[in-house]
């Protein structure tokens, strides 16, 4: 090999550089493409249910959120007293951004009869990792164009970074062979999107939680909650938007008027468990301070299907696509600094 | 003094500080050289040649000793 | 701009080409201008605090070197270092002194309530000011020559591969280089981007799938149990080694491409037998410079007091080392644990010469030298809990959670990052050893083919891309 290469050393480094750069290129492509095709043949795991949401579901109740949606709504509670079909879009430590960006893939395949928003009371501030976590939707860049918008607020390199088939499944090699089919030929109780928590927190004293000032409400996420819950009202889902029981107490909480303003817009009632006595006294019903186990959630998830039974499901919506609220209304956005 | 006569009474000292009998310094001979040369030894070797010789290193000459011929010289320097 | 950042990605080989193609007599103009760029992507003022420290310190030089009489020259080497150390400190330790001063004098009774500043550190500033005050020593030392090339010298400061994280390198190896013409040269390049290519290793794949770990358990302390705060300090130590030697490889690299040697930051520091043999293989740009700049001074002036000379030198030495880090306590501590073992390394070094002498089987020998080493290694291992933990309190929890040696399981976080961070972890050594040794130095890892040699950093770029960390989407999930 090293004697054909003659000639000046410039034209060797070229062509030199050229080999290298094809090496990395063609096993990009390989690498990618295998990582593509075992990503979808999944059978458990965020990533699964992630593509459920995305891809598969036509249940008439969605239930939308990070950690709380994921752990707090049993299907089996709502499928009974509802007669809905039920999946769980919940994904932790998710953002808005990640709502947003499922809701907009579903709606281009269906469109739901109701969804609950499981809203954090942290959900609306800003944090970085909100951002570099829709890592978590990259391998859909691909074949999903109404989710690209909602990428480039990862950075505005992702575009490029996207060129690699590699990137998109960047650090998910691990999970996804041991999540593949051959693995687990059977379902695995994923199919609901529900993931109970076990375990019983140790009793202990209710915290208050105040936010350090430097804390701001986030402009992209309200553009976000806005974009979602514009979408429901769009298409006359029935939207039901929901803060779930919490062993912290944050009062003053920003978010939460940050919140309040964008619900009042379209007329959206918060249905507000964090500081439900019934919950918070019972230390039993948690896994951890901000999570419920299977127990707490059997329980909270009867009481939220009950009072969606009452309400009057049927005279909601069309009233409500009132655009005379700015988004960017100063009132509750903090500037900048 | 001779210079050799200097390195040969410096080797002496040298034996005596790392406690090794076979010891020949020559003048290119540095501290990566010998096992056992450090900050310590360093040190004690430096005032030990003082001591033997009856003569005072400035901060900036033991400073900027490189090997055992540069130190070497400066005592002929400053004995002479 | 940090070197893991898609910027630099575009950057780096921009430069590259401008540089090359910029005639020798123009370069220093457009290597600053770049380097004040990179700087000045994170601040603009950033750039006026390093050219201020380069004015001073380039006229101090200068001026050492013409004034005649001792007197001169000792005034303007004192006026140099008390701006250096002076801005270091105000930017770097104001508010830290001002929480010292004001608590020691709230012992006395006294109400001082020095306030504190809100000045964001400038990015480089510990590392151009020790470069810029090692030069003013050479040159007050008379070991080298003051430089009159105002722009040269401003490149020596400024120079962006080395300007975020050293290493700190010496004027007398890099003012030499800036003087000579520098022709495209091919070899440079290759090895270059090698280097470069194993630092983003290093940074991305190992330390970084690390941090994701010990965040998880330096975050809750409280929550964990023995052996899992264990693994994560030992995670930790490796984890600090990967970060920063991948970032001075990565710096290495980038001059390299473009022709110029910056010097070799870390020997393989875990294989070190002793703690002294440690601090001569990790971060050697800074512990050698506080070995030529403060330790050997020291102990040349106080040779008569003999040992205690010796433990004068090595607690100043370690305190510098230590407070250099950062403004805290912890980390004079770190420094002082260090100073404490090395000064016993020193008092005891002839008897555990003789002691070793006396193991004549190979074996013995052989575990011998590998309980030391382990051993060297978890003494680094406690030394850096007190590096991570953010206050004294937390350090103490984590080393006494550990100390009960209480029964618990281990805590994997999420099972790929565990098992990521593990096998980075072992090619890193792997690695080390085959360097250090020349162990299984066969086939694949150097070959005489230039084909295989590619297909191997190939292979490396496919892992960076495949487990590689690009931002915080990766995360442990903590759920108690």
């Known amino acids: 090999m090293n004697d054909m290469i003659t000639g000046s050393p410039v034209r060797r480094f070229l062509i030199k550089a050229l080999i290298f750069i094809s090496m990395i290129m063609a096993g990009d492509l390989l690498t990618g493409s ?9 059978t458990e795991g965020s990533s699964y249910r992630t593509t459920l949401a995305m891809e598969k579901t036509q249940a008439d109740l969605l239930i939308f959120g990070s950690s709380s949606a994921l752990h707090h709504y049993v299907p089996k509670v709502f499928t009974d007293s509802l007669a809905v079909s039920y999946f769980n879009a919940g994904r932790d430590g998710q953002s808005v951004f990640y709502f947003d960006a499922v809701l907009r893939a579903i709606l281009k395949r269906y469109i739901p009869r109701m969804i609950i928003l499981d809203i954090h009371p942290k959900q609306l501030f800003r944090m970085q990792e909100s951002y570099d976590r829709l890592s978590a939707i990259l391998p859909y860049y691909r074949n999903h164009p109404e989710i690209r918008e909602v990428i480039t607020l990862k950075s505005r390199f992702e575009k490029y970074k996207m060129l690699s088939s590699i990137y998109p499944f960047n650090s998910q090699i691990f999970s996804i062979l041991s999540s593949h089919r051959m693995l687990h030929p059977t379902p695995h109780g994923d199919e609901s999107g529900y993931v109970p928590l ?96 299977h127990d707490g959630a059997v329980i909270f998830s009867s009481v939220v299907a009950q009072r969606m039974a009452i309400e009057p499901v049927a005279e909601y919506v069309k009233k409500h696509r009132a655009s005379d609220v700015s988004v960017s209304d100063p009132g509750y956005i903090r500037p900048n600094d | ?78 004995l002479g | 701009m940090l070197f893991n950042s898609f910027e630099f990605l575009l950057f780096f080989p921009a430069v590259v080409v401008l540089f090359y193609l910029t005639p020798h007599r123009w370069r220093w103009l457009m290597v600053s201008l770049s380097s004040a760029f990179f700087m000045a992507f994170a601040r603009l003022d950033f750039v006026l605090v390093i050219l201020s420290i380069i004015m001073v310190n380039y006229l101090s030089a200068i001026l050492m070197e013409r004034s005649a009489g001792c007197y001169g020259k000792k005034w303007a080497l004192a006026a140099s270092l008390i ?16 929480d010292n001063f004001n608590s020691l004098f709230d012992l006395l009774g006294l109400n001082l309530d020095i306030p ?20 003013n020593i050479e040159v007050y030392r008379g070991s080298m020559k003051a430089e009159r090339n105002l722009p040269l010298f401003l490149t020596y400061l400024l120079f962006f591969p080395k300007l975020i994280a050293g290493p700190i390198e010496r004027a007398q190896n890099f003012l030499p280089q800036l003087h000579s013409r520098i022709s495209l040269n091919f070899h440079n390049i290759n090895s270059g981007i090698k280097l470069m290519i194993w630092g983003f290793f290093k940074k991305l794949v190992v330390a970084d799938r690390i941090d994701i770990y010990v965040n998880a358990v330096y ?93 004068y030198g090595v607690i100043i030495t370690f305190f510098v080392i230590g407070i250099w880090h950062g403004p805290s306590w912890n980390f004079v501590l770190f420094g002082l644990f260090q100073a404490v073992v090395i000064f016993y390394e020193l008092l005891t070094k002839k008897s555990r010469k003789r002691f070793r002498k006396k193991l004549t089987s190979p074996l013995i020998k052989g575990l011998h030298n590998h309980s030391t080493r382990i051993l060297t290694f978890l003494f680094i291992t406690f030394s850096m809990v007190f590096f991570k933990a953010p206050t004294f309190d937390d350090a103490m929890m984590i080393l006494s959670r550990v100390a009960t040696f209480e029964t618990g399981t281990l805590f994997l976080g999420s099972l790929s990052t565990f098992v990521f961070a593990w096998s ?41 891309l495949m487990i590689g960390v690009f931002d915080g989407g990766q995360f442990i999930y903590f759920q108690f």
Request: proline share 3%.
């Open chain 1, 198 to 293: 076990r375990r019983s927190m140790m009793a202990q004293p209710r915290d208050t939680i105040t936010f350090r000032p430097e804390m701001k409400i986030d402009p992209n996420k309200i553009e976000a909650l806005d974009q979602f819950i514009g979408n429901c009202v769009q298409k006359g889902i029935k939207l039901y938007v929901i803060q779930s029981p919490g062993h912290w107490h944050y009062p003053d909480n920003i978010s939460d008027t940050a919140l309040a303003i964008i619900l009042g817009k379209y007329s959206v009632e918060l249905w507000d468990y964090a500081d439900d006595p019934q919950f918070y006294t019972r230390t039993e019903l948690f896994q951890d301070l901000s999570h419920l186990n």
């Open chain 3, 83 to 98: 701006l250096d150390i002076g801005l270091l400190s105000y930017f770097k330790y104001f508010n830290f002194l001002a």
């Open chain 3, 219 to 311: 975050g809750n302390i409280e929550q964990h149990s023995s052996i899992t705060l264990f693994t994560a300090s030992v995670l930790f130590a490796f984890q600090i080694y990967a970060d920063f030697s991948g970032y001075t490889d990565i710096a290495r690299g980038v001059a390299r491409v473009m022709g110029f040697r910056l010097m070799e930051n870390f020997e393989r520091p875990f294989l070190a037998l002793s703690v002294s043999e440690f601090w001569r293989r990790w971060h050697i740009s800074l512990s050698s410079w506080a070995d030529d700049y403060i330790f050997k001074p020291i102990v040349a002036q106080k040779r008569y007091w003999g040992n205690w000379g010796v433990l």
């Open chain 3, 424 to 464: 980075g972890i072992v090619f890193l050594v792997l690695a080390e050893i085959r360097r250090e040794y020349g162990w299984f130095d066969f086939g694949f890892l150097s070959n005489k083919y230039m084909l295989v040699r590619l297909l191997k950093y190939s292979l490396l770029v496919l892992i960076i």
């Open chain 2, 1 to 78: 003094m001779e210079l050799a006569e200097i390195f040969k009474q410096v080797n002496e000292i040298f034996k005596d500080i790392f406690e090794e009998d076979d010891i020949v310094i020559e003048a290119e001979t540095s501290a990566k050289d010998i096992d056992g040369w450090d900050s310590l030894t360093h040190m004690q070797m430096i005032t030990a040649v003082e001591k033997h010789f009856k003569i005072k290193f400035e901060l900036n000459e033991i400073l900027n000793f490189k090997n055992a011929g540069d130190m070497c010289r400066l005592i002929q320097t400053k």
């Open chain 1, 34 to 42: 295998i990582l593509r095709t075992f990503y979808f043949q999944q």
């Open chain 3, 116 to 135: 504190h500043l809100s000045v964001v550190l400038p990015l480089g500033i510990s590392f151009y000011t020790f470069q810029a005050i090692g030069y």
